[in-house]
């Protein structure tokens, strides 16, 4: 049976991540507030950034402004969106 957590992102009880889903402290505390469906929610929009946008992920400044649209998205601030998309949430 999966461990559940109150995912900050949808704010309710949910199954929890099974491991950090990257490594060091962030990961953990993705791993302790972040519900799997969550994850599953911004890999999802991650994708659709790095193709929309063209980040080279190889950048340092694109790494960073993706993690800090992750922090917005799954704390529900405004975070960016792709040209022609509408968020759901």
Known sequence: ???KILCK???K????LEI???PGPKGVEIMNSVSEEA???WKSHQTTLINEKHLDMSNHEN???LQEQMDKFFNNEDYES???FKSLD
């Not at 009880?13 to 929890?16: D, G, Y």
Request: net charge positive; glycine share 4%; aromatic share 10%.
């Open 13 to 16: 009880e949910l199954p929890a």
């Open 9 to 11: 992102k949808l704010n």
């Open 20 to 22: 950090p889903p990257m």
């Open 39 to 41: 994850w599953e929610m």
């Open 63 to 65: 790494r960073k402004w």
């Open 82 to 84: 792709a040209a022609g």
């Open 1 to 3: 049976m999966s461990k």
